[in-house]
């Protein structure tokens, strides 16, 4: 049942160390301003998963959150290599980080088994590749009723799920419009959930046909932070902030940048900050 939380008071109930943890989002709705509460609150041995684990999983990396990455794209969208994930990866720095990688349809498939409680995804894909050579989860079995050869790998079903959407009403129901990604089947995949939100209104508005409701009883918490998806995007709310992640390839391109960077930016301001990048970014788009 979803209760209406301080993201502190969120990030603390449901994120505990050594837990598998997804946060999701598809260039769209990316849940900056709780990746920083995690930072803030210190969690460790964090294995990540994500599709694309883009800004905020670097940041999460480089802060020695996380020892294990599952996904299947790393990289700054647009802008190269996300410098404190190749630093763990090649270095060690701040800490070793073991990798499993997929294929972005095998990813989907596996947030949709554990999504509907299954102990494995059973797809097509995985033919003429060479992932099956370092991924040793990949298998291949055969239909029992076609005799046709199929790729399997265990389901995702992570500790806790964590989202950004639009809105939330007062009984936690939470509305997600516009680029969808696998945030719904995170967030039934998953044993715990947070969900920030834009704002929390009395009613929910009409749903538009590409809209997804998640329902109060999928939900453990939900969180008013507006601005919490910057630089991501919010459908509705505010663009983009493409230079920051033209920008971010600079900051931790160093560790001592990083660092630094991180100081001024995480773990000095709480969520409340990212209000303020909101209206920059309107202001800019007007």
């Not at 900056?32 to 969690?43: F, T």
């Not at 670097?58 to 020695?64: A, E, K, N």
């Not at 020892?67 to 794209?73: E, K, N, Q, T």
């Not at 596996?110 to 991924?135: M, S, W």
Request: with cysteine; charged share 25%.
């Amino acid at each position: 049942m979803a209760r209406i939380s301080s993201l502190s008071e969120a990030i603390t109930d449901a994120v505990r160390d050594g837990d598998t943890l997804a946060l999701e989002g598809f260039t769209h709705l990316i849940p900056h301003a709780a990746g920083h509460e995690i930072v803030r609150q210190g969690r460790k041995g964090l294995t990540l998963i994500r599709m694309t684990p883009d800004l905020i999983y670097d940041q999460l990396i480089g802060m020695g959150c996380a020892s294990r990455l599952v996904f299947s794209w790393g990289g700054n969208p647009g802008v190269g290599s996300l410098h404190r994930l190749r630093d763990a990866v090649e270095n060690g720095w701040p800490q070793k980080l073991e990798l499993e990688e997929h294929s972005h349809a095998a990813m989907a498939n596996a947030y949709e088994a554990g999504a509907a409680g299954l102990p494995c995804a059973i797809f097509r894909g995985y033919i003429g590749g060479d992932l099956p050579k370092v991924n040793a989860k990949i298998k291949r079995v055969t239909c029992p009723f076609t005799g046709e050869e199929l790729a399997a790998i265990p389901a995702h079903r992570p500790d806790v799920a964590v989202i950004h959407a639009q809105r939330a009403d007062r009984a936690g129901n939470v509305m997600i419009e516009g680029v969808l990604g696998v945030q719904k089947e995170a967030v039934l995949a998953s044993k715990r959930s947070v969900v920030t939100v834009e704002e929390i209104v009395d009613e929910l508005p009409e749903r538009s046909l590409n809209a997804v409701v998640l329902p109060y009883w999928t939900i453990q918490h939900v969180v008013a932070v507006p601005g919490g998806a910057f630089p991501s995007y919010a459908q509705g709310y505010y663009a983009r902030n493409n230079a920051f992640y033209k920008k971010w390839d600079d900051i931790a391109r160093e560790r001592d940048t990083f660092l630094a960077w991180m100081k001024a930016n995480v773990l000095e301001k709480g969520p409340e900050a990212f209000a303020q990048y909101t209206r920059k970014t309107r202001a800019a788009a007007d």
